[in-house]
């Protein structure tokens, strides 16, 4: 059974950071993609990064681009999300996502302008 389990979120001021880490188990994540999505009260689930299974190749949504970093490490099974830069847009439940299929519990940010 896969499990994904997300931490690293919580508060933050405007323009701060944060790093989210994602855990997979259950499977050998180095043969999935990876990559995060995060969905904000009343507004759909929206893709912010994903990375290919090397680490190699890596997509970001326009409103992340420049400011968010997604990294992997498949000794451990674990995705990385480096948050700079964030702004009062950006808080919503964050979740993990393996090659489109399962998903975490997601991680809440939140940032104060």
């Known amino acids: 059974q896969v499990q994904l389990v997300e931490s690293g979120g919580g508060w933050v001021q405007a323009g701060g950071s944060l790093r989210l880490s994602c855990v997979a188990s259950?499977?050998?994540?180095?043969?999935?993609?990876m990559g995060w999505f995060r969905q904000a009260p009343g507004k759909v689930r929206e893709f912010v990064a994903y990375?290919?299974?090397?680490?190699?190749?890596?997509f970001y949504g326009d409103s992340v681009k420049g400011r968010f970093t997604i990294s992997r490490d498949n000794a451990k099974d674990t995705v990385f999300l480096q948050m700079n830069g964030l702004k009062p847009e950006d808080p919503a439940v964050y979740y993990c996502?393996?090659?489109?299929?399962?998903w975490g519990k997601g991680t809440p940010v939140t940032v104060s302008s």
């Open positions: 996502n393996l090659g489109l299929i399962y």
């Open positions: 259950g499977r050998t994540s180095s043969n999935y993609s």
């Open positions: 990375i290919k299974r090397t680490g190699a190749v890596t």
